[in-house]
């Protein structure tokens, strides 16, 4: 690329493992890149995460929808962020890590905004609330070039640290969500432009405590809210980060990399769309596909559909990024990721609507002796003045466990963290058991959240030693891509998550959900034992 072309932005040497270098020009460059990401990381969390906290409300408000039908909303979110993660590992080399950045952060404006308007009408159909949750997977997909990005900036002795504190702090987005939505909900922030507000129909909650029926709410503003901050970020990212041009040779200009960008993440839609009306049930799809089928028809189809509509320069990095599908251990670790972040992002989706219908319900039989599940718990905790406390604490301990990583060895931690979410997860699906069939299930409420709280805090540290054990197995060139590959696999906890959860709720057995994953996590313990802490394995506890 001729230097008239180059923005000033672009950075053409880089060389992060020389120590002189470091020290003199690459410290500074790299950390202000951090600082910037991950803000802008934390905002895609939240407007990707926002339908756990919305569907909640939307119940508490009287929105004409079934308990299953909300649930679909948060996994129709979880779902496309998922799959907006494939593409996303491999925007960096393509577009430029301050391009893509910039670029995906304004883009999130677009859902943030569609939502605050659909909430405003309770009469329009399911459908519209669907597109919305659909389109806000895009900041699900942050997360995967946000992460490909920063791990192309630090030296290799400081990878689990940077990308423990940009996922880490990033994940504080749940958070910040789960505490900020209620909030927000609470007032009328925007005046006459924000619109009306909706009387509560049931009781709801906020970080303070309950919030009475009766109340005026303003559930338009989970969406609006987030503009706030998204403007000036996009700004930010623009004036402030960078592209590497030793790992983006051929960004060919600004706006091709907008234009690559844009193109890919639109066909991304189409397998996400399909595989979604070939598995949600009448009237919104066919109902033809269970789960276990759509998620691998939607991961192939976006891969099938990336290479073949490549063009220039992007179908020959796609193909060289297609090499990391080569290597054993880009699955074995995408399997040790599902077991971290898939389940911390599963959990935060699922848990606050979880939590309304196992604790807010007084659960008593009928004259006939069958078990009824509608009879308002007047005793019931206020589901969103606790449901941030998990993520916040999982979010806060992820740095920590990229910390302790790059001292002892990322997989020893993996297997540490493995085997106490086997026994938290056989725990908790033994309390969701009691609660379900109590008239009062708020006396199982306290045990509860301490155990979610301990899966939490393991899957929390899980991401940081996971992520560190990819930056040390490979090389600059392809860790990015496997981290986003990685993150974009595991991600699909936040489809999984609520849709098991959700049936096993409506067939009344909340507990095999858990009982289910804690076999997973126990296969997973044994698979990180083999490949890397066994005494003949090929890359010892990296």
Known sequence: ?????????????????????????????????????????????AVWGMWGIITVQMLNLGFPFTQDQLFTLTAISGLAGATMRIPSSFYIRLAGGRNTIFLTTAML??????????????????????????????????????????????????????????????????TSMQIIIPLVMTVGMFGALGGDPMPLVKDSGWIFGKIAAGTPTWIQNAGF???????????????????????????GGTLMAFVKVTWIYTLTFIPAGIGLYLYMPAPTGLGLLNMWLAMPLIIVGTLLLMKLAAFGTMKDNIAKQFAIFRNKHTWSLTLLYIVTFGSFIGFSMALPLSMK????????????????????????????????IGPFVGALVRPIGGWVSDKVGGSIITQVISAVMVLASGAVGYVMMQAYGSATPEQYFSTFMWLFVVLFTASGIGNGSTF????????????GP?????????????????????????????????????????????????????????IKNP
Request: a positive charge; aromatic letters at 14%; charged letters at 10%.
């Open 1 to 45: 690329m001729a230097n008239s072309k180059r923005s000033r932005a672009d950075i053409v040497d880089w060389r992060p493992e020389d120590e002189q270098f470091w020290k003199s020009t690459g410290k500074r460059i790299a950390y202000r890149n951090l600082w910037i990401s991950i803000p802008c990381l934390l905002c895609g969390f």
């Open 109 to 174: 404006l677009a859902p943030a905004l569609g939502t605050g308007i659909a909430l405003q009408h309770k009469d329009w159909p399911l459908w519209v609330f669907q597109m919305l949750a659909l389109w806000s997977g895009v900041g699900g997909g942050n997360f995967a070039s946000s992460m490909s990005n920063i791990t192309t900036f630090f030296p290799k002795r400081l990878q689990g640290t940077a990308l423990g504190l940009n996922a880490g702090l990033g994940n504080f987005g749940v």
């Open 225 to 251: 809210a987030w503009i706030l901050s998204l403007v000036p970020l996009s700004a930010l990212c623009w004036f402030g980060m960078n592209n590497l041009l030793p790992i983006s040779p051929d960004i």
């Open 482 to 538: 496997v981290l986003g590959w990685t993150s974009a696999i595991a991600a699909y906890g936040a489809f999984i998550a609520p849709v098991v959860i959700g049936a096993q709720i409506k067939a009344g057995t909340p507990q095999m959900a858990m009982y289910g994953f804690a076999v997973f996590y126990a296969l997973c313990l044994v698979l990180n034992w083999w490949f890397y802490l066994r005494a003949g394995s090929e």
């Open 468 to 479: 560190r054990t990819i930056g040390v197995i490979f090389d600059r060139q392809q860790a």
């Open 357 to 388: 219908v196992i604790f807010g319900v007084s659960h008593v039989p009928d004259a006939a002796g069958v078990m009824q599940h509608t009879l308002n718990n007047p005793n019931a905790p206020p589901i969103l003045a606790y449901a941030w």
